[in-house]
C-alpha cells in the first residue's frame, strides 16, 4: 500500500463513513478469551472484570464486515474481606459457569490471566442505550 500522509490530509471526500459499529450479531457462537482486563470497583462498592473473546465462526465476521469481531463480557465478582475470591456457596456463580465452560476441573490450579486463549460457546445478545446505540454483550458462556 502506497501512502502519502499529506494526501490524506488534503483529499477532499462527499462520502461521510458510518457512525456506529456495526455490532455482532445475537446467537451463539464460538469464541476465544482474548482478553482478561484489570477488574475495576464501581460506585456501589461491586467489583467487576470485563473479558473480552473473539468470535471464531465466520458468520458474524461476514455481517459486521470486519476480520475481528470481539464481544465483551462483564463478570461480578464476590470478594472475601481480604479481597480475594469468595469461594463460599453461592458465591461467585457467573465465574464457576465460566470455568466450567473453558473445561477448568476441579483441583486444577487455575488464574482469571490463565483462561485467555480458552475457548467455549458465547450467547450474544444486544442491549440498546438512550442514544440508539447497540451494544453485543456476553449473557452467557457454555461449553
Known amino acids: 500500500m502506497s501512502f502519502d500522509p499529506d494526501m ?3 483529499a477532499s471526500h462527499e462520502q461521510v463513513p458510518d457512525d456506529r459499529v456495526l455490532p455482532c450479531p445475537e446467537g451463539d457462537w464460538l469464541a476465544q478469551l482474548a482478553e482478561v482486563r484489570k477488574p475495576r470497583v464501581l460506585d ?4 467487576v472484570v470485563d473479558l473480552v473473546w473473539e468470535i ?7 455481517e459486521t464486515g470486519r476480520e475481528k469481531v470481539t464481544v465483551r463480557q462483564s463478570l461480578f465478582l464476590d470478594l472475601t474481606e481480604d479481597g480475594r475470591l469468595d469461594f463460599s456457596r453461592g458465591k461467585n456463580v457467573a465465574l464457576g ?3 466450567k465452560a ?3 476441573k476441579e483441583g486444577e490450579p487455575w488464574s482469571l490471566g490463565s483462561l485467555v486463549g480458552r475457548m467455549a460457546r458465547v450467547r450474544v445478545k444486544h442491549r440498546t442505550d438512550d442514544d440508539g446505540n447497540i451494544y453485543d454483550d456476553v449473557r452467557r458462556v457454555f461449553p
Not at 44 to 47: C, D, F, I, L, T
Not at 56 to 62: A, F
Open 8 to 10: 490524506l490530509i488534503n
Open 44 to 47: 456501589s462498592g461491586r467489583v
Open 56 to 62: 471464531l465462526d465466520d458468520e458474524p465476521k461476514r
Open 102 to 104: 473453558v473445561g477448568v
Open 97 to 99: 459457569a465460566l470455568l
